[in-house]
């Protein structure tokens, strides 16, 4: 339930929770969901329910175990903050990356209004960082409930960016992240919107990291913009509480 990760932004992921459902646009070419339908097919046990929201007790201290300090993407199989996680376990979630407290931990959510009314119940210390994804312009509104948590780092993930995406309100956003749809049914970006957003996040002094072009061949694609990467981190970035 734990493996060395592939995404740029990341050193590992933690799944103590896998399984979802789709509710906006993002969603429809879930990386996630594929993954799972292949290893419950394939027989891995932590899969045998599928995509369906499953938690998992055996996975949820793994934290405490690494010792070495590293990033670690909570949750890459699904969204804590989903309508059928009962509180309780999101606390749990929560209480172990309190007690690990030697990694800085990275939470995405596109329940952002879940997110806004559990907030002053959870314990946020530095290395928690908190996300919201924002696909579409339509979706800005997720944006506000994140600034209106107690996060002390807060991101965007504008992955995979499907529109242009204007106006963003970035007071108090600590990260931007942009990245094109992978996989056989990718949709298209286009450069334009994404050096917008570099620029929205220069103009207001955000680090933006481009982490993909995507397509059906992402690697070829590469994930360079204008002639370089951009691997901008928080300028908090550190394992200290």
């Known amino acids: 339930m734990a493996l060395s990760s592939s995404i740029e ?3 590992s992921t933690w799944n103590p929770l896998t399984g ?3 509710i906006s646009s993002g969603c429809v070419n879930c990386y996630a969901e594929r993954m799972a339908l292949r290893l419950k097919a394939m027989g891995n046990p932590n899969y045998v329910n599928g995509f369906n929201i499953t938690m998992h007790e055996n996975a949820l201290e793994l934290p405490l175990k690494w010792k070495k300090p590293q990033t670690i993407f909570v949750n890459s199989m699904s969204d804590l903050f989903h309508e059928d996680v009962p509180e309780d376990f999101i606390l749990r979630v929560f209480d172990v990356m309190c007690r690990a407290n030697w990694h800085n931990y990275q939470i995405l959510t596109k329940r952002a209004e879940r997110l806004e009314v559990l907030s002053p119940k959870l314990p946020w210390k530095s290395n928690i960082w908190m996300g919201v994804t924002v696909e579409e312009q339509d979706y800005k509104y997720r944006i506000q409930h994140l600034q209106n948590t107690g996060a002390h780092i807060k991101f965007l993930s504008l992955e995979p960016l499907l529109s242009q995406i204007t106006n963003i309100n970035l007071a108090n956003i600590d990260w931007v992240i942009v990245g094109g749809e992978s996989g056989p049914k990718a949709r298209p970006m286009q450069k334009s919107w994404v050096i917008d957003i570099r620029n929205q996040c220069q103009e ?3 680090p933006f990291f481009f982490k993909q072009w995507g397509g059906v061949n992402k690697k070829k694609a ?3 913009l204008n002639g ?3 691997d901008e981190m928080p300028s908090q970035f550190s394992y200290a509480i």
Do not use: L
């Open 20 to 22: 979802c459902t789709k």
């Open 222 to 224: 590469g994930r360079e």
């Open 228 to 230: 370089r990467t951009w």
């Open 9 to 11: 932004w990341t050193e």
């Open 204 to 206: 207001s002094g955000v």
